[in-house]
Nanobody
Framework: VQLQASGGGLVQAGGSLRLSCAGS????????MAWFRQGPGKEREFVSG????????HYADSVKGRFTISRDNAKNTVYLQMNSLEPADTAVYYC???????????????????WGQGTQVTVSS
């Protein structure tokens, strides 16, 4: 599957953005999806993930209550709604996909087979 992330930009602290990740192919619904981010000088970290059917979601503690992940399998798209953004959220955000028969959301980068190109999110104070 090929992934294309979009929706990043510059926003003031407290603002909102919605990221989108469009996938190609007819098997999008068979992939668990996730968002990771990589800030300046930092390692790539898990942000949020969602199971194949959208029934199970997971979040990093740093974004719980502020970010919401969702997916529309009919549109081959996963979303990340980001509210109450903070300067610490500044990073390049990547979407990732893994085919997983156990329908498990992994939180480490090595588990994911496909990656989007990344979209920059900058939050000013």
């Amino acid at each position: 599957v090929q992934l294309q992330a979009s929706g990043g930009g510059l926003v003031q602290a407290g603002g909102s953005l919605r990221l989108s990740c469009a996938g190609s192919g007819r098997t999008f619904s068979t992939y668990c999806m996730a968002w990771f981010r990589q800030g300046p000088g930092k390692e790539r970290e898990f942000v949020s993930g969602i199971r194949r059917g959208g029934g199970g979601t997971h979040y990093a503690d740093s974004v719980k209550g502020r970010f919401t992940i969702s997916r529309d399998n009919a549109k081959n798209t996963v979303y990340l709604q980001m509210n109450s953004l903070e300067p610490a959220d500044t990073a390049v955000y990547y979407c990732a996909a893994v085919y997983n028969v156990y329908d498990t959301v992994f939180q480490t980068t090595d588990k994911y087979d496909y990656w989007g190109q990344g979209t920059q999110v900058t939050v000013s104070s």
